[in-house]
């Protein structure tokens, strides 16, 4: 009988805590943070996309952090390849072993995490622009993981797609 009345003052608190959590968590005073648990795209949103709402979301295996729309979806293939993906366009990252290749258009400076990258820039024949080869080397022993590689994309030429695309690759942080 004692035992009971033990738990009962635990059983309270922890439904007290679920309520209080569950309350943040709904009315969007809290954003919980992304893991690396798969995650299928099922709908991609045909309207504006609004910043005022914005979904963090951060991979210890790949080395970092973003911020994206909530209006945008994520698609984490494995551990080593996520995808951003929205109505303006599409944000791909790898976790690579090796960095290489000629960039066969042009290069164009582009800051994220406070740093300027030289990467790959092309307008496809439909407009829509891409940026490709933002690589980031991460200073690791021989024979681990070597960094990773961001491809970005805009579905058409619009300047506003463009604009998105970029704040985007703005939000991103390098942890490694």
């Given at each position: 009988?004692?035992?009971?009345?033990?738990?009962?003052?635990?059983?309270?608190?922890?439904?007290?805590?679920?309520?209080?959590?569950?309350?943040?968590?709904?009315?969007?005073?809290?954003?919980?943070?992304?893991?690396?648990?798969?995650?299928?795209?099922?709908?991609?949103?045909?309207?504006?996309?609004?910043?005022?709402?914005?979904?963090?979301?951060?991979?210890?295996?790949l080395g970092i952090t973003a911020e994206y729309p909530a209006s945008w979806a994520l698609n984490e293939l494995d551990p080593r390849v996520i995808s951003f993906s929205g109505p303006e366009?599409?944000?791909?990252?790898?976790?690579?072993?090796?960095?290489?290749?000629?960039?066969?258009?042009?290069?164009?400076?582009?800051?994220?995490?406070?740093?300027?990258?030289?990467?790959?820039?092309?307008?496809?024949?439909?407009?829509?622009?891409?940026?490709?080869?933002?690589?980031?080397?991460?200073?690791?022993?021989?024979?681990?993981?070597?960094?990773?590689?961001?491809?970005?994309?805009?579905?058409?030429?619009?300047?506003?797609?463009?604009?998105?695309?970029?704040?985007?690759?703005?939000?991103?942080?390098?942890?490694?």
């Amino acid at each position: 009988m004692d035992k009971q009345k033990g738990l009962a003052p635990i059983a309270v608190v922890l439904l007290i805590a679920a309520a209080i959590s569950g309350y943040l968590i709904y009315s969007g005073k809290i954003d919980l943070i992304q893991t690396n648990q798969p995650k299928k795209i099922t709908e991609i949103y045909n309207e504006p996309t609004d910043f005022s709402k914005v979904i963090k979301y951060q991979s210890f295996d790949l080395g970092i952090t973003a911020e994206y729309p909530a209006s945008w979806a994520l698609n984490e293939l494995d551990p080593r390849v996520i995808s951003f993906s929205g109505p303006e366009g599409q944000i791909n990252i790898n976790k690579v072993d090796s960095f290489g290749g000629a960039c066969m258009p042009e290069y164009e400076k582009i800051k994220i995490d406070e740093e300027d990258f030289a990467v790959c820039y092309s307008i496809k024949d439909n407009g829509a622009e891409a940026w490709e080869q933002i690589t980031k080397e991460f200073k690791v022993p021989i024979g681990e993981i070597r960094g990773v590689v961001i491809n970005a994309y805009t579905n058409s030429s619009s300047e506003a797609e463009k604009e998105v695309i970029l704040k985007i690759l703005s939000t991103f942080k390098f942890t490694n």
